[in-house]
């Protein structure tokens, strides 16, 4: 399978019994810098970046692919000399377009792969104190707000 030249970010959210949302962020494993993140992957093949977050947000946390996903307007770019795969691409890719998403999650257990050494639920502020990319701080404050407008629309 061919990686594409996109990447997906997804992060998932739960609304606990107070209406207060949460938000799942990951350790990773496979950096020498200790760091936090959403859910992160490229593309495979021909996947559209929405099937692309499902299939990560799964292998990831096994999170259930016909969970509810939230597709979010933020976009980022990423230099691609950050990816083993770029020479793939050929010479006139710079940039991979990085896409967000947000998924709803109803059971707080996630099943690590071994791509995270842990994950933690934690609010807004607290979630966006420890992202290290502002493309991470970025989707997840749309996400932030799109969910509070939606539950006050709700009410």
Not at 84 to 107: K, L, P
Not at 127 to 135: M, N, T
């Amino acid at each position: 399978m061919a990686r594409a030249p996109f990447n997906a970010l997804v992060f998932p959210y739960r609304i606990i019994s107070d209406g207060k949302i949460e938000y799942a962020i990951f350790n990773r494993s496979d950096s020498v810098e200790d760091f936090w993140q959403a859910i992160s992957g490229g593309g495979e093949d021909d996947e559209t970046p929405l099937e692309a977050a499902r299939r990560e947000a799964w292998e990831e946390a096994g999170i259930s692919r016909d969970a509810p996903f939230l597709s979010l307007d933020s976009m980022a770019t990423v230099p691609a000399i950050h990816f083993d795969c770029r020479e793939v691409w050929g010479e006139d890719v710079y940039v991979i377009t990085e896409y967000s998403f947000g998924v709803r999650v109803e059971d707080e257990a996630l099943k690590l792969s071994h791509e995270h050494t842990e994950y933690r639920w934690l609010g807004y502020e607290g979630a966006k104190k420890l992202l290290k990319f502002d493309s991470n701080r970025n989707a997840l404050w749309e996400l932030d707000q799109r969910l509070h407008r939606m539950m006050k629309e709700k009410t």
